[in-house]
């Protein structure tokens, strides 16, 4: 009985020691929420700014690139998933991943071949373990993503849609990441990123009151609408990604703070159950030796009393 309740006491230390670990996790993450937050809602008006200049180029002239013109028969589509480099977030990145996993299933459907581009080691371990290609990945940076990783990610992706699908292009790139929502909502979403959209881009734009009562501008182009949509589209793409970027990690840390609060929840239930057990092993320890030294008095008692007989 003695050993038994040694064990259930081990067991208290241990999960208890797992719970002070699952809650410090959980008050990191809540912390860092806050931070990608405030990051995402930096760089949405530079983003939003950067569309409206885009589109306003493409209204303003008829020029054909890249940026704002859907290939006629498109032969091959880039798609970049972002997942995360770590774990213990629940279903985070393998959310991603199947939303990744349907974009593609969509776009083969449509006789395209898929380039993907993936960032976050979980998702390259994912395909890595399939044995399935990938064109390139970047890894070490979900957590806390800074303009110059957007940047690098965008530089092959950009590349690709301005070679020709003869020579390794692509006609369209979209993108996989999960949208923050809330503290307890992230949506995992896939998007086309080019060519644009003008009419998802003019929807957008009737939304937000400001931009729907703003005055249409005639535009002069120096030297050409191409040169300018040439400048505009790296920096786009850029935007884009780290605005993702920021998302995804801003979902990553709600994620792993709702599992280390399950986790942490878990924990004390546990610590309750064997606590009990505990105890009940305890009383039943104490029970036994009260009967045995009863049980033991009796038998003196009556030994004693036949001695005097």
């Known amino acids: 009985m003695g050993s038994q309740l040694r064990v259930y006491k081990r067991r208290i230390k241990t999960v208890s020691a797992t719970k002070k670990i699952t809650r410090a996790m959980e008050m990191i993450a809540a912390s860092r929420i806050v ?44 798609v970049l998933l972002i997942t995360s480099d770590r774990g213990l977030a629940g279903g985070y990145s393998s ?11 969509e776009l083969v459907a449509r006789d395209l071949e898929v380039d993907t581009y993936i960032v976050g080691r979980k998702g390259v371990g994912y395909y890595a373990f399939r044995e399935r290609a990938t064109t390139q990945s970047w890894t070490g940076f979900t957590d806390s993503p800074t303009y110059a990783d957007a940047k690098e990610v965008a530089a092959p992706l950009i590349e690709a849609m301005q070679r020709d699908t003869d020579e390794g292009g692509v006609d369209e790139l979209h993108i996989v990441y999960t949208e923050f929502v809330s503290m307890m909502t992230q949506t995992p979403v896939g998007r086309r990123l080019l060519p644009l959209s003008l009419a998802e881009v003019a929807e957008e734009s009737a939304e937000s009151p400001a931009r729907a009562t703003d005055p249409k501008a005639l535009y002069d182009f120096e030297p050409s609408a191409e040169e300018v949509l040439d400048a505009l589209m790296p920096r786009y793409v850029e935007s884009r990604i780290y605005n993702a970027l920021l998302q995804a990690a801003a979902s990553k840390h709600a994620a792993t703070r709702r ?20 105890n009940a092993a305890r009383q039943a320890e104490i029970t036994q030796e009260i009967t045995e030294i009863v049980g033991g008095a009796s038998a003196l008692a009556d030994a004693t009393a036949g001695s005097e007989r």
């Not at 949405?44 to 028969?73: F, Q």
């Open 35 to 78: 931070k990608a937050q405030r990051k995402v809602a930096a760089s949405k008006p530079y983003a939003d700014e950067l569309t409206a200049a885009v589109t306003a180029v493409a209204n303003g002239s008829t020029v054909k690139h890249p940026l704002t013109t859907e290939a006629e028969r498109p032969r091959r589509a880039a």
């Open 95 to 105: 959310n991603a991943i199947k939303a990744g996993e349907r974009l593609t299933d």
């Open 259 to 278: 599992a280390m609060k399950s986790a942490t929840d878990n924990a004390e239930d546990l610590i309750r159950s064997f606590t009990r057990l505990a």
